[in-house]
């Protein structure tokens, strides 16, 4: 059985991202204050004690507080949004590309015209549209809008399995429709759909945050969007209170860049061409590593048998 070698870059990541998971989820319950609660004056400097550690904000509250509880919230609308667009662009992308006919043409034309409508506008417009918005809601819709360009690439790259020699072998020995999708072709795009996700997480905490900035962000709770909107609004920067918008504005930094990097290092162990490439360097060998893009799961099937030029015989 080989053994997966994950690269110093995968596990900085996962560092990364597990630091961001423990403030998120283990900060509120280390810091005991309440993110509402006034413990000082407007925009009162970084002092003694873990409640004023980062200084209060335009209330008087805590702003280490409202980070980890910000950070928190931030997190749950990016998974959440992340876990319905990878599932709503996963299922549409299967069907499309393994059926094939009218119905790849009905779900590719909705696709084209989701892709035509920019995200952030229609994202916008149902935040305004909506009285209460709840951090859930805001999960929804970002999730709802965030699909397409993952259905696309899905599409791709199952129209392409279909074609294999297994899927035949499957069909004719009965398997269901159903037991074909689950069994023989989601399988091999199951790489593809991790590092997605990852990249759907990553929208959707930006996403929220840029709602936030527009005065569109949960109601009822904190994050660290709606931590730089009110921070903004009160002047933070004309004053020079760096602490009520700065902690926020490196947090989602920190977020969005560890997310990447953790994609683009699982890009580097699912891809064999990718991690050919970084053994033979190791080993000092003559390979090359390859600058293109990844070739996506299943697209070997589609390469033609290389045609021998005619040389009109040897002299």
Same mark, same amino acid.
């Given at each position: 059985?080989?053994?997966? %070698?994950?690269?110093?870059?995968?596990? *900085?990541?996962?560092?990364?991202?597990?630091?961001?998971?423990?403030?998120?989820?283990?900060?509120?319950?280390?810091?005991?204050?309440?993110?509402?609660?006034?413990?000082? =004056?407007?925009?009162?400097?970084?002092?003694? #004690?873990?409640?004023?550690?980062?200084?209060?904000? %335009?209330?008087?509250?805590?702003?280490?507080?409202?980070?980890?509880?910000?950070?928190?919230?931030?997190?749950?609308?990016?998974?959440?949004?992340?876990? +319905?667009? $990878?599932?709503? =662009?996963?299922?549409?992308?299967?069907?499309?590309?393994?059926?094939?006919?009218?119905?790849?043409?009905?779900?590719? #034309?909705?696709?084209?015209?989701?892709?035509?409508?920019?995200?952030?506008?229609?994202?916008?417009?149902?935040?305004?549209?909506? %009285?209460?918005?709840? !951090?859930?809601?805001?999960?929804?819709?970002? =999730?709802?809008?965030?699909?397409?360009?993952?259905?696309?690439?899905?599409?791709?790259?199952? $129209?392409? +399995?279909?074609?294999?020699?297994?899927?035949?072998?499957?069909?004719? !020995?009965?398997? $269901?429709?159903?037991?074909?999708?689950?069994?023989? *072709?989601?399988?091999?795009?199951?790489?593809?759909?991790?590092?997605?996700?990852?990249?759907? @997480?990553?929208?959707?905490?930006?996403?929220?945050?840029?709602?936030?900035?527009?005065?569109?962000?949960?109601?009822?709770?904190?994050?660290?969007?709606?931590?730089?909107?009110?921070?903004?609004?009160?002047?933070?920067?004309?004053?020079?209170?760096?602490?009520?918008?700065?902690?926020?504005?490196?947090?989602?930094?920190?977020? &969005?860049? !560890?997310?990447?990097?953790?994609?683009?290092?699982?890009?580097?162990?699912? %891809?064999?061409?990718?991690?050919?490439?970084?053994?033979?360097?190791?080993?000092?060998?003559?390979?090359?590593?390859?600058?293109?893009?990844?070739?996506? @799961?299943? &697209?070997?099937?589609?390469?033609?048998?290389? *045609?021998?030029?005619?040389?009109? =015989?040897?002299?």
């Amino acid at each position: 059985m080989k053994t997966v %070698n994950l690269t110093p870059r995968f596990w *900085v990541a996962a560092g990364l991202v597990a630091f961001t998971l423990v403030v998120g989820l283990i900060g509120p319950l280390l810091v005991s204050t309440d993110p509402d609660a006034v413990i000082g =004056g407007l925009y009162d400097p970084p002092g003694g #004690g873990l409640a004023t550690l980062l200084g209060t904000d %335009n209330e008087g509250q805590s702003v280490l507080a409202n980070l980890v509880y910000g950070t928190r919230t931030s997190l749950v609308v990016g998974l959440v949004a992340g876990l +319905i667009a $990878s599932a709503i =662009g996963l299922v549409l992308g299967l069907v499309a590309g393994y059926q094939g006919g009218v119905v790849d043409d009905v779900i590719a #034309g909705v696709t084209n015209v989701a892709l035509a409508i920019p995200s952030i506008v229609l994202i916008i417009l149902l935040g305004i549209a909506l %009285n209460n918005r709840s !951090s859930l809601a805001l999960a929804l819709i970002i =999730g709802i809008t965030s699909w397409p360009w993952m259905a696309r690439s899905i599409r791709a790259q199952s $129209s392409s +399995i279909r074609a294999r020699e297994h899927i035949d072998v499957a069909r004719l !020995s009965g398997a $269901s429709w159903v037991s074909i999708l689950a069994r023989d *072709v989601l399988p091999y795009l199951l790489s593809y759909v991790v590092m997605a996700f990852v990249l759907q @997480v990553s929208g959707a905490i930006l996403a929220e945050a840029a709602l936030s900035l527009l005065g569109l962000g949960p109601s009822g709770t904190t994050s660290l969007g709606m931590m730089l909107y009110w921070a903004l609004q009160w002047g933070s920067v004309r004053t020079g209170a760096w602490w009520a918008f700065l902690p926020p504005t490196a947090m989602l930094t920190l977020i &969005a860049f !560890s997310l990447l990097l953790l994609q683009s290092s699982l890009d580097e162990v699912f %891809n064999p061409r990718l991690r050919r490439g970084r053994l033979a360097r190791r080993k000092g060998g003559l390979a090359v590593a390859p600058t293109e893009a990844p070739v996506p @799961v299943g &697209a070997t099937a589609m390469v033609e048998t290389p *045609v021998h030029a005619v040389t009109g =015989g040897g002299r």
